[in-house]
């Protein structure tokens, strides 16, 4: 079955459905990481792992990353008010760039640690066995976290849950590495244990410095994908009474939308003509698309639109 087409996608998640799904989520979460950072960083230390103490210090900053998207939900739920008129929506992406800085400066802080370990590999102790099943049922755990919690935020439609939720399958990857470095030293090569901590180091890094420059795009108005903005053109264009559609422009606010366009009507009809066309316009838009607000403005169709040009120069 073919799917729908943009302009026709369910958008009934209600803001009150969408907080307490990612609060639901994020204690989920919250749990999980609190028992799996006391047993990594325990069995890690007494094993003498480093990689599994890493992989723990990694679980604890899930902890502090959690703490930051029910901070963001809680705030980002707020209505609009005279110093935020157009809501409180970047608060999401606000903590979608927190999280992105707390992965960047774990990811740094394993990679120097990793880095003294590996100038002095006669130091590097066996590692004792009990880390490896700790390694194993941490993959588990956080694989399982990740495949719920990106259900629950494609549901809900969040970017920064979907953050969350690839922060958690990024902790699955490590773990995997983690698991690897610790058979390595089980069989003799040592140096794997803290070049495994290095690998997660830079994993998390890269992680940290992807989402951290997507939400600093997003907060200097980044536009949405040429789809979504067809999609929302299209919408328009059906609209009766629109005849064409230019210049429309687009800007993210959180998970929502800013749209701004011209749209051209028929020169002959009333002015209170042209704004019921705007009014149904506007209102099919929010309808059927994530735009918070739409900003329209009348052209006359086939007529130059003059407000473009530069002003004439006065004469002498």
């Given at each position: ?7 026709a ?8 459905e ?5 609060s639901?989520s ?17 069995v ?7 990689a599994l103490?890493?992989?723990?210090i990694h ?10 998207v ?11 008010d005279?110093d935020?008129?157009?809501g ?8 979608s760039?927190?999280l992105?800085?707390i992965?960047?400066?774990v990811g740094?802080g394993?990679l120097w640690?990793?880095?003294?370990k ?14 490896l ?7 588990i755990?956080?694989e ?14 969040s ?9 958690a ?9 983690v ?17 495994a901590?290095?690998v997660v180091g ?13 939400a600093?795009?997003?907060?200097m ?13 299209r919408?328009l264009?059906?609209?009766p ?10 800007r993210k606010m ?7 366009a ?5 020169a ?7 704004h019921?066309?705007?009014?149904l ?8 698309h ?7 403005h009348l ?5 130059p ?12």
């Amino acid at each position: 079955m073919p799917a729908p087409p943009p302009e026709a996608e369910d958008n009934t998640i209600s803001p009150q459905e969408k907080v307490a799904a990612a609060s639901r989520s994020t204690w989920v979460s919250v749990v999980v990481n609190v028992v799996l950072t006391a047993v990594q960083i325990t069995v890690g230390t007494l094993a003498k792992s480093q990689a599994l103490v890493a992989d723990g210090i990694h679980s604890l900053s899930d902890l502090v990353s959690d703490f930051v998207v029910l901070f963001a939900s809680h705030h980002s739920r707020k209505d609009a008010d005279e110093d935020h008129p157009y809501g409180h929506h970047r608060f999401e992406t606000a903590a979608s760039l927190a999280l992105g800085l707390i992965l960047l400066g774990v990811g740094a802080g394993m990679l120097w640690s990793a880095a003294q370990k590996l100038q002095n590999p006669d130091a590097i102790p066996k590692v004792h066995g009990t880390a490896l099943w700790v390694a194993g049922i941490a993959l588990i755990a956080k694989e399982s976290l990740f495949r719920y919690m990106i259900a629950v935020a494609k549901r809900v439609k969040s970017s920064m849950l979907v953050a969350n939720a690839w922060h958690a399958r990024s902790d699955a990857a490590s773990s995997l590495v983690v698991g690897a470095g610790i058979v390595g030293n089980l069989a003799g090569y040592p140096l794997l244990d803290p070049v495994a901590a290095l690998v997660v180091g830079l994993m998390i890094g890269k992680m940290g410095w992807t989402f951290g420059w997507d939400a600093l795009h997003d907060l200097m108005d980044r536009a949405v994908d040429e789809v979504e903005v067809a999609a929302i053109k299209r919408t328009l264009l059906e609209t009766p009474g629109v005849r064409n559609v230019h210049d429309v422009r687009t800007r993210k606010m959180g998970d929502m939308i800013i749209v701004d366009a011209h749209l051209e009507v028929d020169a002959q009809i009333t002015v209170e003509a042209g704004h019921d066309i705007t009014v149904l316009a506007r209102q099919r838009v929010l309808q059927h698309h994530r735009v918070l607000d739409l900003m329209t403005h009348l052209d006359p169709w086939h007529r130059p639109d003059l407000d473009h040009d530069r002003a004439p120069a006065q004469a002498a």
